[in-house]
């Protein structure tokens, strides 16, 4: 039986449960196309479930409020998000539409230095370092070397050995990395890449870190989509088809693994569906034989915090 129809996802049933992940993914979505006040409405009703979100969900929410004016909760979404590691340098190139002239500009940017300095002071610094090195290494020889020889797969064979080696090894002594406390702008996705090229055609190596990307999911240290990135790749490696259609630039030629089951396994995990994830990035051609999941499931999945 081909692997797709074992896969089997099971229930994340923590403080980071695939409804938060949903809702702040719409919310996204819904500000992507303009409609902020509806997105307004999913951020609140995401930050209800979970009030300790991913840095890229408070940026988001901020985006969001300053279009509908709201420069107190923009204030407290970025003050959140610079207790993550968000920069000024960064607030500062936002076209914000009203936050600059607010009265809450100057409040956030006389706050700003020590909550950015509490931030530094609570990075792993160790980890993050280990993961560096390890990036670097993974990197250079896929950036550097020619992929025609012979040299170059038995190079990447002995990297991503060790690689594995020592990120196992980091996993078993210090738990999944917490993407929250390694700087997230260089580093949140160390870890999804590794775990990318460790599981790309290793089925010993998919089944050893499903569970343990599962687990890092509910505690906020790795993202639905990074996981469904990983188990797309590994599933396009084995049998050419995919699960989550997540992240790819386009869809038109991509096979899916029971098709009329892609949005719902798509919500299993947190992700919007893929005719909005589509229209997220502009693509206009769905897979054939995709038909979208209905309005009333869809209700269903935007009022998940309500169940």
């Given at each position: ?9 099971s ?11 949903f809702?702040?993914n719409e ?6 196309q ?5 997105s307004?409405?999913?951020y609140n009703?995401a930050?209800?479930?979970q009030?300790d979100?991913f840095?890229?969900?408070f ?11 709201e420069?107190k ?7 959140k998000?610079i ?8 607030i ?7 936050f600059r ?5 100057n409040?956030l ?5 020590p909550l950015h ?20 290494t993974?990197q250079f020889v896929?950036?550097?070397?020619n992929?025609?020889t012979?040299?170059f797969y038995?190079i ?5 050995s060790a690689n594995?080696v020592q990120?196992k090894?980091?996993i078993?002594k ?5 993407l929250?406390k390694l700087g997230?702008k260089e ?6 890449t ?6 790309k055609n290793d089925t010993t190596?998919?089944t050893?870190?499903?569970?343990i990307?599962q ?5 906020g240290?790795?993202?639905?989509e990074?996981y469904?990135?990983?188990?797309d790749?590994?599933?396009l ?5 995919t699960?989550f259609c997540?992240p790819?630039?386009?869809y ?7 098709i ?8 299993s995990i947190?992700l919007?569906?893929?005719y ?5 990035k ?6 054939e034989?995709y038909?979208p999941?209905?309005d009333?499931?869809l209700q269903?999945w935007c009022?998940?915090?309500k169940?």
């Amino acid at each position: 039986m081909p692997f797709f129809y074992l896969l089997t996802i099971s229930p994340i049933i923590a403080q980071y449960t695939p409804c938060y992940y949903f809702l702040v993914n719409e919310a996204s979505f819904l500000a992507s196309q303009e409609k902020y006040e509806e997105s307004a409405v999913f951020y609140n009703k995401a930050f209800n479930l979970q009030s300790d979100g991913f840095v890229f969900h408070f940026i988001g929410a901020a985006k969001t409020f300053d279009q509908l004016g709201e420069g107190k909760k923009v204030y407290a979404f970025l003050e959140k998000a610079i207790q993550k590691g968000y920069t000024w340098e960064e607030i500062e190139k936002v076209e914000w539409k009203y936050f600059r002239k607010s009265r809450y500009w100057n409040k956030l940017k006389s706050k700003y230095l020590p909550l950015h300095n509490a931030f530094v002071l609570g990075i792993d610094k160790e980890t993050r370092d280990e993961l560096l090195k390890m990036d670097y290494t993974d990197q250079f020889v896929r950036k550097n070397l020619n992929w025609d020889t012979k040299t170059f797969y038995t190079i990447l064979g002995k990297t991503d050995s060790a690689n594995l080696v020592q990120f196992k090894e980091m996993i078993e002594k210090k738990g999944f990395p917490d993407l929250q406390k390694l700087g997230y702008k260089e580093n949140f996705d160390k870890p999804f890449t590794l775990i990318l090229h460790f599981c790309k055609n290793d089925t010993t190596q998919y089944t050893y870190f499903n569970p343990i990307m599962q687990e890092a999911m509910k505690d906020g240290k790795f993202r639905p989509e990074d996981y469904a990135g990983v188990t797309d790749m590994y599933t396009l490696t084995m049998d050419k088809k995919t699960l989550f259609c997540e992240p790819f630039k386009t869809y038109k030629d991509r096979k899916i693994a029971q098709i009329s089951e892609i949005d719902r396994r798509r919500f299993s995990i947190g992700l919007i569906p893929l005719y909005q994830l589509a229209q997220k990035k502009k693509i206009t051609e769905l897979p054939e034989g995709y038909v979208p999941v209905s309005d009333e499931e869809l209700q269903k999945w935007c009022d998940c915090d309500k169940q």
